[in-house]
């Protein structure tokens, strides 16, 4: 197991949380964004700065990148932006209210918005986005958008909803009365999974049946990660310091337990599960790898200080990139 406080390749500081670390098609460069604004395009294998570029606003809540092109959406306290691989910024909707979630469909034509309660969607072509409805019939705010294929879940207090293309993204609403955090629908479209503040996983089975739905509680703390397997086989949650990892292979997990990975390093605040590889970053600034198949102790152990914000894995899963909160951007290799 390798465990080193100086074992990356080059490190960069932001000056700032890092909120998105974003491959390209351009594989010599990553997009990095940092919460105040600060864009920056770099090298990927030195990690000296390509372009750089400044946000005019307060603060940015997400980034969503264009699974078919490296266009990128991101979400600030005065609407919505769009950035380009080169670094060109377009205004394209402006609100004094926070755009605080959004996400791209598959076909990467479609954009799903929201500005506190109101949902916003936009059609993209000719690389412009034109906003072709809005429903403002939500009674609290918007806390997570996914998707899958062309259909969108969106999720708020009382429940998620389901959008769809084919329905004009008229949406069928799966009620839940309590505060729902975090999204996840299994590659398959059977699970739809949502942390709740109660520190549980809810699930809605999809197609949505009634009285079908089911949950994981008994948690220390609430679940704000989870990642199904390519498969669906299984859904790696954080469970304060460890990770879980539920068994979908023939339905639902009643009955059984799921595989603990140990982590014993700080809270989990950011996951990644591909590949059969689980890595996690943790407060306390360690980035953990697990090859559950294999075992459940930590294979490789890297040390950033900080509170670890995100992680991206190269697409050879030769290195792999992770951002902290106190804005610096390191690069490792992994070793086994």
Not at 41 to 48: F, W
Not at 165 to 181: A, C, I
Not at 196 to 209: R, S
Request: proline share 3%.
């Amino acid at each position: 197991m390798g465990n080193s406080l100086d074992t990356s390749n080059w490190k960069y500081n932001c000056d700032d949380y890092i909120l998105d670390i974003i491959s390209i098609r351009n594989k010599n460069n990553l997009i990095v964004i940092s919460s105040n604004g600060k864009i920056v395009l770099l090298e990927r294998k030195t990690g000296e700065v390509v372009k750089e570029s400044n946000l005019p606003v307060n603060i940015v809540f997400f980034a969503s990148k264009n699974s078919e092109n490296d266009f990128i959406i991101v979400g600030t306290d005065l609407g919505f932006y769009s950035i380009d691989s080169s670094l060109n910024v377009i205004h394209f909707y402006s609100t004094n209210k926070w755009a605080e979630k959004g996400r791209w469909n598959n076909s990467g034509n479609v954009f799903f918005g929201a500005v506190g309660k109101n949902l916003c969607i936009f059609k993209y072509q000719n690389n412009q986005l034109e906003l072709i409805s809005e429903d403002s019939s939500f009674e609290s705010s918007i806390s997570a958008i996914i998707c899958n294929d062309n259909a969108f879940i969106v999720s708020n207090y009382g429940g998620v909803r389901l959008y769809e293309s084919k329905n004009n993204f008229e949406f069928e609403l799966f009620p839940w009365k309590t505060s729902l955090l975090e999204l996840a629908w299994s590659p398959d479209k059977k699970y739809i999974a949502s942390g709740t503040q109660e520190n549980a996983v809810h699930f809605w089975p999809y197609p949505f049946k009634k009285d079908q739905d089911f949950e994981i509680s008994g948690y220390d703390s609430k679940i704000t990660h989870l990642c199904w397997s390519e498969d669906s086989n299984y859904l790696a949650i954080n469970a304060s310091e460890d990770i879980c990892i539920w068994p979908f292979i023939d339905g639902p997990p009643f009955g059984q337990k799921p595989h603990v990975l140990v982590g014993n390093k700080g809270k989990i605040t950011t996951l990644f599960f591909k590949n059969n590889t689980v890595i996690a970053g943790t407060a306390k600034g360690y980035v953990l790898f697990h090859y559950p198949s294999k075992s459940n102790q930590i294979m490789q152990l890297n040390y950033v200080a900080n509170e670890v914000t995100q992680i991206i894995v190269d697409e050879e899963n030769y290195e792999f990139f992770v951002g902290t909160k106190e804005g610096e951007v390191f690069s490792f290799d992994i070793e086994i």
